[in-house]
C-alpha cells in the first residue's frame, strides 16, 4: 500500500507572486540557470525567489546518481558548459545578492567530480561581487582522488556544505550510490585543510528514522568539526519517490535544534521547511555579526 500520511496545517506553502519573483524567475531564465528551487520543486520558493534568493545549481539538470528523495534526472549529463561559472557571476550580481548558495548535480562521470568547475564557479561569483559570502552545497567526490577536495577548498568558498541527508541505517534505500563515513569525512577534511572555514551539514527527517538515530548523526557531525546544521522535513516529490515515514511534528524540530546547539553546533535551524539554503544568507550574516 501506497497510502501517505496526509500533509499537516505546518507544510504550508506560499504562492510565489510580486514584481520581486518575477524578476528571479527573469534573470535565472536570462542566464540559462538551472536552481534546485524548481528542481527540487521546493515549498519555500514563493519567499525566497521574492527576495531575491535562489539556489543556482551548476553542472547541468541530469545527475549520474538516483537518490529516492531527490526529484533530479538520473542519466548520462551533457558536457560541462565552460561559460556557466560568468553566468552565474553575471546572475549574482544582478540579483545582488550579500550571500549566494550553489550546488550541483553529482558528476560521476568526470574524473575531478566537477571540483574544477566549482571553484571556477566561486573564483567569478567572488571577482564579480567581492562582497558576496559564498556558500556552496558539493556532491561527495565519491570516486575522485582525495586532491579534488583541495581545488574547492582552496578557492575559498564561504561555507562548506555537504548534506549527509539522512541517518546511516537508512542509506542503502534513501542514498544508495553514497556511503555515510565517506560524506563525513569529506567535511571532516575540509576543517583540516582550511580550519577557517566555515562547514555546514543536514539530513531531512521523517524518512524511516528514529530520535536516537537523529542524534547520533549530530555528534558524528561534531566530531568531524560541522559548524552548521540544517533539519528538514522530507517531503515526497512524486508518488515514485521515496515514501514518507511520517511528519514530524514542529516541537519535535524545536528539541533538536535545543540538542544540537547543547552539542556545540555554531547555527541550527530545524524546522518543517527549513531546507540547506533556506535563510542561509541571514543566518551567516547574524553568525558574523556575532
Ligand atoms: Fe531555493 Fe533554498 Fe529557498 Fe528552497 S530554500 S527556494 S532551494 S533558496
Ligand atoms: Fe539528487 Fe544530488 Fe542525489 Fe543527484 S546526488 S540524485 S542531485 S540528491
Known amino acids: 500500500d501506497n497510502a501517505q500520511p496526509k500533509k499537516p496545517d505546518w507544510i504550508r506553502v506560499k504562492a ?4 520581486g519573483y518575477r524578476e ?4 535565472i531564465r536570462e542566464h540559462k540557470l538551472v536552481t534546485v528551487c524548481e528542481e527540487a520543486g521546493c515549498p519555500n520558493a514563493g519567499e525566497c525567489w521574492s527576495q531575491g534568493h535562489a539556489t543556482m545549481m551548476i553542472m547541468g539538470d541530469v545527475c549520474t546518481r538516483g537518490c529516492t528523495f531527490c526529484n533530479v534526472a538520473t542519466g548520462k549529463p551533457d558536457a560541462l558548459d565552460l561559460f556557466e561559472p560568468g553566468r552565474v557571476a553575471d546572475a549574482v550580481q544582478k540579483l545582488g545578492l550579500n550571500h549566494v548558495v550553489i550546488t550541483s548535480v553529482d558528476r560521476d562521470d568526470i574524473d575531478d567530480g566537477g571540483a574544477e568547475h566549482f571553484a571556477q564557479t566561486i573564483r567569478a561569483v567572488r571577482h564579480r561581487s567581492p562582497g558576496t559570502t559564498i556558500e556552496i552545497l558539493t556532491p561527495d567526490f565519491l570516486h575522485c582522488a582525495p586532491s579534488v577536495l583541495e581545488t574547492v577548498v582552496a578557492a575559498k568558498p564561504d561555507v562548506f556544505n555537504h ?20 560524506s563525513l569525512r569529506l567535511l571532516q577534511r575540509v576543517k583540516e585543510i582550511d580550519p577557517m572555514m566555515f562547514t555546514k551539514s543536514g539530513i531531512m527527517v521523517g524518512l524511516g528514522e528514529d530520535r536516537v538515530q537523529v542524534h547520533q548523526v549530530m555528534d558524528d557531525m561534531r566530531a568531524a568539526g560541522i559548524d552548521f546544521l540544517t533539519i528538514g ?15 514530524v511534528h514542529p516541537d519535535e524540530f524545536a528539541a533538536y535544534e535545543k540538542v544540537a546547539y ?18 542561509a544568507g541571514d543566518d551567516f550574516e547574524r553568525l558574523r555579526a556575532a
Open 262 to 279: 547543547g552539542k556545540g553546533f555554531l547555527m541550527v535551524s530545524a524546522t518543517p521547511l527549513t531546507r540547506s539554503s533556506y535563510h
Open 233 to 247: 522535513q522530507y517531503l515526497q516529490p512524486t508518488p515514485k519517490h521515496h515514501a514518507v515515514d511520517r511528519f
Open 24 to 27: 528571479t524567475h527573469k534573470i
Open 16 to 19: 510565489p507572486t510580486g514584481a
Open 163 to 182: 548534506n549527509l541527508e539522512t541517518v546511516p541505517a537508512l542509506y542503502p534505500t534513501v542514498r544508495p550510490g553514497a556511503r555515510y563515513f565517506h
